[in-house]
């Protein structure tokens, strides 16, 4: 392609909130913007329009670079890596990326946990911010014992569009009485449609992802 000309056609002002923007990237399909400021932030932003700077653009991530201002931000097509340079050094940087989505990444530190021991019903599980997966080890016991295993995926997390989960029986006995593991939503969301999913074979596990909105499963494990 070879450029004739250049003319302004749009300017969006106030937007990204970085104190200072200095380099942005668009995902392929133009729906997901990151840009850097002299703030050493990464944002990440939805576009309600693609490719559109004058449309809506909400606020989804935030990364810390320390004190790096991200200037000339470019991320491999693969998304596993990241470069940029300082915007006040003669520095070029580059960065690990996490497990790459549907038009975004999750960072490094997102990762495994195993959740042991015994509970009460009423002290059902959560699906915290720093998992990527939760192994269900747990036992219901006490007066409470006659209920299945439970974890329960929070709002906020199921509106980051591409997030994904992981539940799985690491015990291997979720086809015994009472050892069901029942995946549930903190408000209205739902999982392929319904209410809840529900494990209920040995060494049995779902791979989730959310649309922003919803949870839909990617197969078994």
């Not at 990204?16 to 703030?39: C, H, K, W």
């Not at 997030?163 to 392929?192: C, H, M, P, W, Y």
Request: proline share 3%; no cysteine.
């Amino acid at each position: 392609m070879e450029i004739e000309s250049i003319d302004l056609s749009s300017k969006q002002t106030g937007t990204p909130t970085d104190a200072g923007p200095v380099s942005m990237r668009f995902n392929q399909e133009g729906t997901i913007l990151y840009s850097g400021g002299v703030d050493a932030l990464i944002r990440r932003y939805s576009v309600s329009t693609p490719w559109d700077i004058t449309s809506t653009l909400t606020l989804l991530d935030e990364f810390d670079l320390d004190t790096i201002s991200a200037g000339g931000l470019y991320i491999k097509p693969n998304s596993d890596k990241m470069f940029t340079v300082n915007a006040t050094e003669a520095e070029i940087f580059a960065y690990d990326l996490g497990i790459k989505t549907e038009g975004a990444f999750i960072p490094l530190t997102l990762g495994h946990r195993s959740s042991t021991g015994t509970t009460a019903e009423t002290d059902i599980e959560t699906f915290e911010d720093t998992d990527v997966i939760v192994g269900m080890a747990f036992e219901v016991t006490g007066t409470e014992a006659s209920f299945d295993r439970e974890i329960t995926i929070p709002s906020d997390l199921i509106a980051k569009n591409g997030r994904i989960f992981i539940i799985k029986d690491e015990v291997g006995d979720a086809a015994g009485t009472n050892k069901e593991i029942n995946i549930l939503t903190e408000g209205s969301q739902t999982i392929d449609g319904e209410t809840d999913y529900i494990i209920t074979t040995n060494d049995g596990g779902v791979q989730l992802y959310s649309d922003g909105t919803n949870l839909f499963s990617m197969g078994t494990t």
